[in-house]
C-alpha cells in the first residue's frame, strides 16, 4: 500500500515507492497477478491462507480508489473481482487477474478495443451479423472520453448503451466512456487518464470527490492552484471547462444541458466545441466526439506525401533516386535501397504540385500542416524549418533585427545566435549566467541583470535601438526560466521589446499541465489576457510607488517567438525544427521580413521525408503527448530514485537536485530535491509556479567526480563499453535525458551499467597502492573544485560607441575586419600570455572560441582577453576547443586594425 502524504519542515512531500497514481496503478495490478497467484496455489495445497488474502484485499482495495477513472477493466469486471474474492474463488480470481493483467501490461487492451471489444456494432446488429470482436477493432486508435454528471449507476449504464449503439464499422477510431460525480473527480480523470480524448459537462454534479486516496493528492492540488470558484449550475460547467482547458488544452470539450437556449446561446465562451440539449440523440454526440479526434488526426502534408508515393510517376527531372529507380536497377546500390525500404524512395520527389506543396511559399498540405502544429503548441503561427534550430534561429534574427538594433542575450547561448547577429548586424549586449562553479556549468541569467542591462541602455538614451531579448528556455542541464514573469518586468521597461525563446531542448513541455507554464507560447497568451483585461488596466491606473513596475496596457505588445528542435525531444526526423510566433504585430510588421527570411536559409530543395514526420510528430503529440511526458516524467523519477539508494551507485555517483543547480535566492519555493532517500519524493509544483528558476525534472544530472573519471572519458567509456549514448558533460558532470521513446527497461539497464562502473573502479581501487590512492584521491579533488568560471569581459573601445558605458558592441564588424590576415596575429595559451595580460598588455579576439565542453563561445570576436578568461582556458583538460589552433594558440587582432 502507498502510504499517505506527510510533509516535512522543509516543505517536501514525502510518498510511497512510486511516484505518481499511473505507476501506482501498474505496479499494484502486477502485485495483484503474484498475490492471487500466490492465494490459489496456498488455497490447493491447503495451507493458511491468511497473509495473501489480506495482501489481495489491500491490492483490491487500492484499485477500488484508482479503477473508477479508467473505462477498462470498468466497473463490471471490478465488480467481478470482488465477488470472487469475497466469496473465496481463488481460482477463478487469479485467472481473471492474470487475463486482465495481461491486457493492461503494455497496453495491450487498446489494441483490441478495451471493453468495447465484447459489444457489436451497430451495422452488425442491423445485419444480424457479429464478427469477430478482433477483426472489428483491429488497426483502430483507442481512447476514453468523459462524462461529469450527478446521474445515477442506471444512467451511466444507459448512457453507455445509447453511445454504444451508434458505433458502425466504418468508424475509423474506438472508445469508450468513463463517468465521475464531481469537479474534483474530473480533474483527477483528465490528469490520472491520458487516454481521455474529449470531455462530456452534464447537468448537475457535485464539486467536491469522496475519493480521498493520498495518490491522488497531487492531481487535487493541481485543480486547487487554478482558483476554480465553487459555483453552481450552468456556471460551474463553464468554469470547469476552463480549468480543463488549462490542464490539458488539447482536450474536446462538450456542454449537455438543459437550459433555456436564450440563456446558453453566445454565453460559453470558446471553451466548448458544441453544446446539446439533454434530449438530443446519441448519434450526434457520438459523430462530434469522432470528428473532434479526426481532426488532430489529421496529418495534411503526410497524407498528401503517401498519396503521391502511391501513384505511377514518371520522372523526368530531378533526382534520379525518387521513387528508388536509380538503386533497383543498380549492380552496386541495391542494399542501400534494402536497408532503408521501398517507402522512403517511393515518397522521395522534386515536385512541389501533384497534391504536394512548397516550403518557400506553402499554399496547400503543407500550409494546414503547419496550422495544426499552430494549434498544437499554442502559437499563432508556426513554419517547419527541416535544417535544424540552428537555422531556425537565424532565420528569426535575420527576420526581427536591423543593423545597429541592440539585442540582449545570454553569453552561454548556442553558436547559432552568435552567428546569426553577425549577418543581421546585431550589437549584443551579452548577459552573464550564474555560475555553478563546482560543476563547471552555468546557470541561467538573472532577472536583475537583464533589468540592469536594460536600464543602463536606457540611462544613455539608446533604449529606442534596443530591439530583442533573447534567452535559452530550458537550458542543455534543464534550467528553465519563468518567461511570463520576464517579460512582464522587461516590458515595464520597454512595452515593445521582441522576445525569443530558444527551446531546442523543451519542445515537449507543452504537454505536461505543470512544464507548460514555463513555455514562450504559454506565457506569451497568458500576458496578452492579462493586459488587455480591464482588471489590468484599472491596477495600472491605481499603482503604487514602491510596486512591480507594471507595463502600460495601450503601449504595451506582446511580440514572442520560440524556436524548438522537434527532432530533439519528440518524433521528427533529425533536423525537423520548429518556428512558433506569439506576436500582436506579425502580419503588420514581420510577416514580409520572415518570408524574406525563410527564402535566405530555407533550401529549394527541402526534405519531404523530415517534413511529413514534423507533421506525424505533431499529430502525436496532440494525442498522447500528455501520456508520453508524463511516463518520461515517471521515468526520470524512477532514475533518481534507483541511483539515490543503490548502494554501489550511491558511493561513486550523485544525482544534482535543484539546490544543487539553484541557488536559495533564486528557490523562494524551499524546493531541494525531487527524491530523497529519507524523506521521499519532493513536490515541484509550487517551485514550477513561484521559483524564478526552476529544473525541468526529465534531466538527470550525475556528478561523477568520485569516480576519478572526467565526463568526457565517461561519455566514451559509456558508449565503446555499454553502447549507451550520452551528449552533454562538463569536467565533472554527465547529463542523462530520457525521452518519449525511453522505456522502463533502458532506465534499468543504466542503472546496472552505473553500478557496474562502481564495481570495476571499487575493484580497481582494492588493489591499488598506497601511491595510487593518492594519485586518485587527487584527481577526484581537482575534478570536484574545477577552473573558475569566467564571465563576459567586454567588447574593445574600437567596437563599441565611443566611451559609452554600455556594454554593447559590433560584433558583424570584427568578425569580418579579421578576414584580412594582415589585421590579425597569433599568440600562444601560455603562462607568459596570462602573465602579460595581468600586467597590463591587452588582447582582443578576433574569433570565436568555443571549448566543448561547455559548448558556447568564451571568446567572440572584438572581445578583450581578461585573467579570468585565459586562466579558464588553461585549466581546461578538454581535447576540443573550437577556434584554438594547437600549434598557434589564439588569434588576436593587430595593433593598427584596432586603431581603424
Not at 111 to 121: L, N
Not at 469 to 498: E, H, Q, S, W
Not at 648 to 673: K, N, Q, T, W, Y
Not at 781 to 786: A, C, F, I, N, R
Amino acid at each position: 500500500m502507498t502510504q499517505p502524504h506527510t510533509t516535512d519542515a522543509h516543505g517536501q512531500r514525502q510518498r510511497g515507492r512510486q511516484y505518481s497514481a499511473f505507476q501506482l496503478r501498474m505496479d499494484t495490478w502486477n502485485e495483484l497477478q503474484v498475490r492471487t497467484a500466490w492465494l490459489r496455489e496456498l488455497t490447493k495445497a491447503g495451507q493458511d491462507t491468511a497473509q495473501p488474502h489480506a495482501q489481495v484485499g489491500q491490492s483490491l482495495d487500492v484499485l477500488a480508489h484508482l479503477e473508477p477513472y479508467w473505462a477498462f477493466p470498468g466497473p463490471a469486471r471490478m465488480d467481478e473481482l470482488a465477488r470472487l474474492y469475497q466469496t473465496g474463488s481463488a481460482g477463478e480470481l487469479a485467472d481473471l487477474v492474470a487475463g486482465l493483467g495481461r491486457l493492461l501490461v503494455g497496453d495491450a487492451y487498446r489494441e483490441r478495443g478495451g471493453a468495447v471489444f465484447d459489444e457489436p456494432t451497430r451495422d452488425a446488429r442491423r445485419n444480424g451479423t457479429v464478427a469477430d470482436p478482433r477483426d472489428r477493432v483491429r488497426g483502430r486508435p483507442y481512447f476514453e472520453v468523459l462524462f461529469v454528471d450527478g446521474a445515477d449507476a442506471y444512467d451511466h449504464d444507459s448512457l453507455r448503451q445509447g453511445l454504444a449503439a451508434c458505433r458502425r464499422d466504418a468508424d475509423e477510431f474506438v472508445y469508450d466512456i468513463v463517468s465521475v460525480p464531481s469537479v474534483q473527480d474530473a480533474a483527477i480523470a483528465v490528469l490520472f487518464n491520458p487516454t481521455i480524448q474529449a470531455v462530456f459537462l452534464r447537468y448537475n454534479f457535485a464539486f467536491h470527490t469522496t475519493n480521498h486516496h493520498p495518490a491522488l493528492r497531487r492531481y487535487l492540488d493541481a485543480l486547487a492552484a487554478e482558483n476554480m470558484p465553487n459555483s453552481y449550475g450552468l456556471d460551474r460547467s463553464v468554469h470547469l471547462a476552463r480549468v480543463l482547458r488549462r490542464l490539458r488544452p488539447e482536450l474536446d470539450l462538450y456542454l449537455v444541458t438543459d437550459t433555456p437556449l436564450d440563456t446558453v446561446a453566445g454565453n460559453m465562451g470558446s471553451a466548448f466545441r458544441r453544446t446539446f440539449y439533454r434530449l438530443e440523440q446519441y448519434m450526434e454526440q457520438h459523430l462530434s466526439i469522432l470528428r473532434g479526434v479526426r481532426e488532430r488526426h489529421e496529418t495534411p502534408f503526410f497524407d498528401a506525401l503517401r498519396k503521391f508515393a502511391a501513384k505511377p510517376t514518371g520522372v523526368f527531372h530531378a533526382l534520379p533516386i525518387a521513387r528508388g529507380k536509380s538503386m533497383t536497377t543498380s549492380h552496386w546500390a541495391k542494399d542501400f535501397h534494402d536497408f532503408y525500404g521501398p517507402n522512403l524512395f517511393m515518397a522521395e520527389t522534386s515536385a512541389t504540385s501533384g497534391g504536394l506543396d512548397s516550403l518557400l511559399q506553402p499554399r496547400g498540405p503543407i500550409r494546414k500542416a503547419q496550422e495544426a502544429a499552430a494549434r498544437a503548441f499554442g502559437a499563432r503561427q508556426t513554419f517547419f524549418v527541416t535544417n535544424g534550430t540552428s537555422t531556425a534561429n537565424k532565420i528569426v534574427h535575420q527576420a526581427l533585427v536591423r543593423p545597429g538594433d541592440i539585442v540582449l542575450i545570454d553569453r552561454d547561448c548556442h553558436k547559432s545566435h552568435h552567428y546569426a547577429m553577425v549577418l543581421a548586424g546585431a550589437h549584443p549586449v551579452y548577459l552573464d549566467s550564474y555560475p555553478l562553479q563546482r560543476y563547471s556549468m552555468y546557470g541561467a541569467v538573472p532577472l536583475e541583470e537583464i533589468e540592469r542591462q536594460l536600464l543602463a541602455l536606457k540611462a544613455q538614451g539608446k533604449l529606442d535601438r534596443v530591439r530583442m531579448l533573447v534567452l535559452t528556455n530550458c537550458t542543455f542541464d534543464g534550467i528553465t526560466y519563468d518567461p511570463a514573469r520576464v517579460m512582464r518586468r522587461v516590458l515595464a521597461i520597454k512595452p515593445d521589446m521582441i522576445f525569443l525563446w530558444d527551446e531546442a531542448w523543451f519542445a515537449y513541455a507543452r504537454f505536461s499541465p505543470t512544464l507548460r507554464r514555463r513555455t514562450a507560447m504559454d506565457a506569451a497568451s497568458t500576458l496578452r489576457a492579462l493586459y488587455r483585461g480591464s482588471e489590468y488596466r484599472i491596477a495600472y491606473a491605481n499603482q503604487q510607488p514602491g510596486g512591480e513596475p507594471m507595463a502600460d496596457p495601450t503601449e504595451v505588445r506582446v511580440r514572442v517567438y520560440a524556436t524548438q528542435s522537434t527532432h530533439k525531444t519528440l518524433t521528427s526526423l533529425r533536423q525537423g525544427s520548429m518556428i512558433h510566433v506569439y506576436d500582436e504585430d506579425f502580419e503588420q510588421k514581420a510577416s514580409g521580413p520572415m518570408h524574406e527570411a525563410i527564402m535566405t536559409h530555407t533550401s529549394t530543395s527541402p526534405n519531404y521525408q523530415i517534413i511529413a514526420s514534423l507533421d506525424a510528430g505533431r499529430r502525436q503529440v496532440e494525442l498522447e503527448g500528455y501520456e508520453l511526458i508524463e511516463k518520461t516524467i515517471d521515468l526520470t523519477m524512477t532514475l533518481r530514485k534507483r541511483v539515490n539508494e543503490h548502494p554501489d551507485i550511491a558511493r561513486f555517483f550523485r544525482v544534482l537536485r535543484p539546490a544543487d543547480m539553484i541557488p536559495a535566492p533564486f528557490r523562494p519555493s524551499g524546493l531541494e530535491f525531487y527524491y530523497n532517500p529519507q524523506r521521499g519524493w519532493g513536490t515541484m509544483d509550487a517551485a514550477w509556479r513561484q521559483d524564478e528558476f526552476t529544473l525541468d525534472p526529465t534531466r538527470v544530472t550525475l556528478e561523477v567526480g568520485a569516480t576519478g573519471l572526467d565526463g568526457d572519458t565517461l561519455r566514451h567509456l559509456l558508449m565503446d563499453r555499454y553502447d549507451i549514448q550520452i551528449n552533454k558533460t562538463s569536467r565533472n558532470t554527465a547529463l542523462f535525458m530520457p525521452n518519449i521513446g525511453s522505456t522502463r527497461g533502458d532506465v534499468a539497464y543504466l542503472v546496472e551499467t552505473l553500478a557496474d562502473i562502481c564495481r570495476r573502479v571499487e575493484d580497481a581501487l582494492s588493489t591499488e597502492s598506497p601511491q595510487g590512492l593518492n594519485l586518485h584521491t587527487a584527481r577526484v579533488d581537482s575534478l570536484l573544485e574545477g577552473p573558475p568560471l569566467p564571465n563576459f569581459s567586454r567588447f574593445h573601445e574600437a567596437f563599441r560607441d565611443g566611451n559609452s558605458p554600455t556594454a554593447e558592441g559590433d560584433l558583424r564588424r570584427a568578425f569580418f575586419l579579421a578576414y584580412d590576415n594582415d589585421n590579425t596575429a597569433w599568440v600562444r595559451l601560455d603562462r607568459e600570455l596570462l602573465a602579460r595580460i595581468r600586467g597590463g598588455q591587452e588582447y582582443v579576439s578576433a574569433a570565436f572560441v568555443t571549448p566543448y565542453p561547455p559548448g558556447f563561445p568564451i571568446l567572440v570576436p572584438g572581445q578583450v582577453f581578461s585573467a579570468g578568461i585565459i586562466a579558464y582556458l588553461l585549466a581546461l583538460d578538454v581535447k576540443e576547443i573550437h577556434g584554438y589552433h594547437p600549434t598557434y594558440g589564439l588569434r588576436v587582432f593587430e595593433e593598427h586594425a584596432l586603431r581603424r
